[in-house]
């Protein structure tokens, strides 16, 4: 093993100080994860529609809309902002 440790950077290597790293999820990937969170919120409270046998609309739709919503969080958290 080579002295230093795994953890350690080469000499060469700078990293940026803590004031000039990009944040880790940028503005516009926020806005997306809030919009995600309502898409979540909206296909819970839609689930609460449904019936038993799951044979109206909101049995069909509040899934899609759960599911939706957590692909949006998931996008927002590599969106990136606009150049």
Same mark, same amino acid.
């Given at each position: 093993m080579k002295a230093g440790g795994p953890g350690k950077k080469k000499s060469g290597g700078k990293s940026l100080p803590e004031a000039e790293r990009p944040p880790l999820?940028?503005?516009?990937?926020?806005r997306f994860v809030a919009a995600g969170a309502v898409i979540v919120a909206a296909g819970y409270v839609?689930?609460? /529609?449904?019936?038993a046998a799951g044979r109206?609309? /909101?049995s069909? /739709?509040?899934p899609l809309l759960v599911m939706s919503g957590y692909g949006v969080i998931a996008?927002?958290?590599?969106?990136?902002?606009?150049?």
């Open positions: 999820v940028s503005r516009r990937g926020w839609l689930l609460g /529609a449904t019936d109206n609309a /909101a069909v /739709a509040s996008f927002g958290t590599i969106a990136r902002e606009k150049s």
